[in-house]
Nanobody, 117 residues
Framework: QVQLVESGGGLVQAGGSLRLSCTAS????????MGWYRQAPGKQRELVAR???????NYADSVKGRFTISRDNAKNTVYLQMNSLKPEDTAVYYC???????????WGQGTQVTVSS
């Protein structure tokens, strides 16, 4: 059974930092692009950042220079380091695994990030 288990959300003041973690089943981690998405109330889910199985990464324009995605293949874990947080970063953050072959997507349960002004 494929699982994505997230942790690290919480409440932080504007300008603060948080690190999200997502540990995936070993069966899919090494064959997936790993990503973080977020969904704010009343808005569509949007891509925040993703990391390929190699060294490629890409980011939403709104988080460039503030967020960093990284993956530890030995731990089947992807991280999202979030610095200089803003109130508009408030959302539920979801971990995603996108299989390179076949394109199937798996999702974590989501973790709440709240940034107070």
């Amino acid at each position: 059974q494929v699982q994505l288990v997230e942790s690290g959300g919480g409440l932080v003041q504007a300008g603060g930092s948080l690190r999200l973690s997502c540990t995936a089943s070993s069966s899919i981690f090494t064959i997936s692009t790993m990503g973080w998405y977020r969904q704010a109330p009343g808005k569509q889910r949007e891509l925040v950042a993703r990391a390929t199985t190699g060294t490629g990464t890409n980011y939403a324009d709104s988080v460039k220079g503030r967020f960093t995605i990284s993956r530890d293949n030995a731990k089947n874990t992807v991280y999202l380091q979030m610095n200089s947080l803003k109130p508009e970063d408030t959302a539920v953050y979801y971990c995603n695994a996108h299989l390179i072959v076949g394109g199937r997507d798996f999702w974590g349960q989501g973790t709440q990030v709240t940034v107070s002004s």
